[in-house]
């Protein structure tokens, strides 16, 4: 078996949510985006929400829907995630095996002051819908006794003389045909560990105006933004070999860690009530932009870090459209429709090589509509009581490598099929919530879950009112 050697290949001329998908370092590779609303009594109607927004989370979900409170209101929301990263980690191509790394976090997601004034109602809240710390690997698994391989990395067989990547058995027929036992190779993906800490605020001042039955809304955001992704390379016999690394500051400064990067946004909505039983509501919000440069670090380069592009994180946009229906007074469904620019991801990209910059835009990322479909059914007991349930679905939408894998010389070809392995195509996720709530004149507590097979989140919401 012949291997090639790509710590040069790969990490200077050159593996998904993705996060930063402007460039194509492994660390990025196949990580879960969420832009679902904020707030337990949204989650737990799968984030059905912008026809309804009736409460304080409206200053982030549709801002049009702030009119409708009528009393100072405060909320706070608490949310539990698991999120699953996931790596092709063996299998030959294109035969290939992935691998979830499941990464934990809890925090303080949501939080909100909402203050009317006869037909105006401003709101001021905090909001942090990404924080993504975790880790991953693509090494070979060895028996703990014996030490031999049980499971190796991934690896593909490509012809000497042209063409794309073959089976083994087609490569092993090659050889015969030719008499040549190089006319056709087996290259293997250098081992990796991967370490990726993302995270977005943001601040925003909301204010909303009804005229009849007409409300509008807008938000400015400030939002801010921290990365750092690592990919470590190593050799197939575990020596260090490169290191590449996307950030929101310049490491070549000795800088500790990367520093926040802001920009300044906007969000627009409006949201139309016929009567108590119908309200539609649209929205718009606008995806800030970050600077994430790219630096590597191997032989080559005296083991410093060199930057090798400057490269822009581009927060998708959203346009969503819902409606809210109540057939009867215990009784609300709420449907919506999101469409979220996840080709944003990749404006301004720049691949870490030479090779695969040179077939031009050959990554991809997919916009969708994600449809989200809602109830929500009322006990009035001396505490009303509220059971939430809804689905919706997440389609597939990680960066995906589309470019040729017969173009160029045989390194040209090996390194388009490496982009090919890293990124492929991704899967949709159908999400399934639920959710329960109770409320006392002056107080509300919400708790929600939404399961998915990638994504999990528990989330619980508390608001007072004056």
């Not at 001042?205 to 005229?211: G, N």
């Not at 260090?240 to 950030?247: C, H, M, W």
Request: neutral net charge; aromatic residues 12%; glycine residues 8%.
């Amino acid at each position: 078996m012949r291997k090639i050697s790509f710590p040069l290949v790969i990490c200077l001329a050159v593996a998904l949510p993705a996060w930063a998908q402007n460039t194509d370092i492994d660390s990025l590779a196949g990580p879960q985006f969420n832009f679902g609303n904020p707030g337990a009594r949204s989650l737990g109607m799968a984030g059905a929400f912008l026809g309804l927004a009736d409460d304080a989370s409206a200053a982030e979900a549709n801002p049009a829907g702030l009119t409708i409170l009528r009393k100072l209101e405060a909320s706070i929301e608490l949310r539990n995630y698991q999120e699953q990263q996931v790596f092709t980690t063996s299998g030959t191509y294109p035969d290939l095996r992935r691998t979830a790394f499941s990464h934990y976090n809890h925090r303080l997601t949501f939080g909100s002051v909402v203050i009317p004034f006869k037909k105006f109602t401003i709101g001021a809240y905090y909001h942090e819908p990404l924080r993504n710390q975790g880790t991953g690997e693509v090494v070979p698994k060895r028996n703990k006794l014996s030490g031999a391989i049980i499971t190796d990395v991934p690896d593909f067989y490509l012809p000497r003389d042209g063409g794309g990547p073959v089976s083994k058995s087609q490569c092993e027929a090659m050889r015969q045909r030719l008499n040549d036992p190089f006319s056709c190779a087996n290259y293997t993906i250098n081992p990796f560990l991967s370490a990726a800490t993302v995270q977005e605020r943001t601040f925003g001042i909301a204010a909303a105006y009804k005229i009849g039955n007409v409300s509008v809304g807008a938000t400015a955001r400030y939002q801010k933004f921290n990365e750092s992704a690592f990919t470590f390379r190593v050799t197939p016999f575990g020596d260090f070999s490169s290191i590449i690394v996307q950030a929101t500051s310049d490491i070549t400064a000795a800088n500790d860690k990367a520093k926040d990067q802001n920009d300044l946004t906007f969000a627009g909505g409006v949201k139309w009530t016929l009567n108590d039983r119908l309200s539609v509501g649209a929205v718009y919000k606008q995806g800030a932009k970050f600077p994430a440069p790219w630096f590597a670090m191997n032989a080559n380069t005296n083991f410093q870090f060199v930057k090798g592009a400057d490269t822009t994180f581009h927060i998708p946009d959203i346009y969503g459209v819902g409606v809210s229906v109540r057939p009867i007074p215990v009784l609300t469904i709420n449907a919506d429709a999101v469409r979220v620019t996840y080709s944003n991801l990749v404006d301004d990209f720049v691949s870490i090589n030479e090779d695969i910059r040179a077939l031009g835009d050959v990554h991809k990322e997919n916009d969708v509509i994600e449809i989200h479909l809602g109830g929500e059914y009322f006990f009035f007991t001396r505490f009303p009581f509220a059971v939430r349930a809804g689905v919706w679905r997440d389609p597939a939408h990680s960066m995906e490598f589309r470019g040729p894998l017969d173009k160029g010389d045989t390194i040209a070809r090996a390194t388009a099929v490496t982009e090919a392995v890293l990124f492929p195509k991704g899967q949709a996720q159908n999400h399934v919530s639920i959710g329960a709530g109770m409320a006392w004149p002056r107080f509300q507590i919400d708790a929600a879950f939404d399961r998915s097979k990638r994504y999990n989140v528990g989330s619980i919401s508390l608001v007072t009112r004056f």
